[in-house]
C-alpha cells in the first residue's frame, strides 16, 4: 500500500481513514532509520520518546508561525491549528511531518473513521 494511504479503501487521499470523528489511530513508520509506533487517543499521543521529543518541537515551531505574519501570508488556511493533537487529521498531519515515512496507519476499534 502507498505510504500516503496505508489503508487505501474509501478514504480521501492522504487521510488513511482518519476523520473528524475518529478517537484513536495508529501510526507506525520509519524516523532516522528506526521503526516507530505512535498512537492517537483522544487528543493524546504516545510511542516512542524521541519521536515524542520532535512533535513536541513541532508543536512549538507551529505556535511560533501562527503568529509570525511571514509564515502565513499566502497560506489558504489554517495548517498550523492553535491545538493540532485535538484534531485526528491534524495529529495524522504532525506525524506525518515528523515521520520520514509512515508504513501502517490503523483506526483504532471503535475509534469512529
Known sequence: MPADEPDGEGAPAGTGGVEPTTTGFVVR???????????????????????????DSEIELMAVARIDPYQRAGTPSDPNPA??????????????RVLDRVTELRVLPGGGG
Open 83 to 96: 491545538e493540532p493533537l485535538a484534531d485526528p487529521r491534524s495529529a495524522l498531519e504532525l506525524l506525518r
Open 29 to 55: 513508520g520509519l524516523r532516522n532509520g528506526s521503526v516507530v509506533t505512535m498512537t492517537w487517543e483522544r487528543g493524546m499521543l504516545r510511542g516512542d520518546p524521541p519521536t515524542l521529543d520532535l512533535v
